[in-house]
């Protein structure tokens, strides 16, 4: 948890210039995405393997988020007040962003403000058919296991902000453990595939396969403030067995400047499972026309891949 200790803003560090390089061996948790087990006693309300789609109903109009660029004086509490939400709504939307080590221009996500004729309104189901295609449990050296799986996008609309339960049992079938992760990219077109991953630090006795269901998501009406003009170009890539190298650049093939940009390479085996799940990301902001190289190295807990899936993903930086 961040401390709510809030200081005013720093001078942006000098920007480095050379190739950006993300390194993640089996045994560190992914920056993004993953949270923490808690062993906890039975929990049968989460029991379903393939979710069941919620029911249809007609889209509703969807708020859009607000990028801001951190000015000087700013911090987490003043920018709250002015936008009507609370710190802990903006360090949700903003993961390990740190509130004594703000940085003048960096661009953050805020809560989208209140739209006056949606107010009193109640939510209307939005029909999501997400279904979970695998999850795989590897055992560590240390004691613990990665979990692995992907879902699929088995819908007509888009789908967002999607997450899993994951569940084990032990050798009677009740549940001993029990976690959550984020599904990543976070927006799934139709027929598109997106992974998690999660690290137990220490995996109790189970008997069986671990168990995945969706527990929450969205059709995404429209795309708001992200940013779809982003491609992958000169993709090269090594799947060796202990370390595998994904290298490329992230071109910005639009007219408006991308920020939060945020890269996720899937790895699958000879099965077709997920055999590994990395995250890569840039604050931005990309001009128009540029390119931002990249290398990612991993060490797939599933050991080597025989085929991979990249995203990349950003949020437009509007001019107010």
Do not use: H, K
């Not at 802990?88 to 390990?96: D, T």
């Not at 939060?260 to 997920?274: G, H, K, N, S, T």
């Amino acid at each position: 948890m961040l401390l709510l200790l809030l200081l005013g803003c720093a001078e942006p560090a000098p920007e480095a210039t050379a190739t950006p390089t993300l390194v993640v061996p089996a045994s560190i948790t992914p920056e993004l995405g993953v949270a923490f087990v808690t062993i906890a006693p039975p929990t049968p309300n989460i029991r379903q393997v393939t979710p069941t789609p919620l029911p249809t109903a007609t889209p509703t109009p969807t708020a859009t988020p607000v990028i801001y660029q951190i000015q000087a004086g700013d911090t987490l509490l003043a920018i709250a007040i002015d936008y009507g939400t609370t710190v802990g709504e903006i360090e949700a939307l903003n993961p390990g962003i740190q509130p004594n080590l703000l940085q003048i221009g960096q661009a953050i996500v805020l809560p989208p403000r209140q739209d006056a004729s949606l107010a009193g309104i109640a939510p209307t189901p939005i029909p999501v058919q997400v279904a979970v295609r695998s999850v795989v449990l590897y055992q560590t050296p240390l004691g613990g296991a990665w979990l692995l799986g992907d879902v699929v996008n088995e819908g007509e609309f888009p789908a967002e902000n999607l997450q899993v339960a994951i569940t084990l049992r032990d050798l009677s079938n009740l549940p001993v453990a029990t976690a959550a992760a984020w599904v990543y990219p976070t927006l799934l077109q139709p027929g598109e595939r997106g992974g998690f991953a999660l690290l137990l630090e220490q995996l109790p006795e189970v008997g069986g396969e671990p168990e995945a269901s969706i527990v929450s998501g969205a059709t995404a009406n429209q795309l708001g403030n992200r940013y779809p003009d982003l491609y992958v170009d000169q993709i090269e890539s090594d799947l060796a067995a202990e370390e595998a190298t994904l290298a490329g650049s992230i071109v910005n093939g639009g007219e408006t400047p991308a920020v939060m940009i945020r890269l996720v390479a899937i790895l699958y085996d000879e099965q077709d499972r997920v055999s590994g799940l990395v995250q890569w990301q840039a604050d931005g902001p990309l001009a128009p026309g540029e390119a931002l190289p990249f290398t990612l190295l991993l060490a797939p807990p599933g050991g080597a891949p025989a085929s991979y899936q990249i995203n990349v993903e950003a949020l437009r930086l509007e001019e107010e």
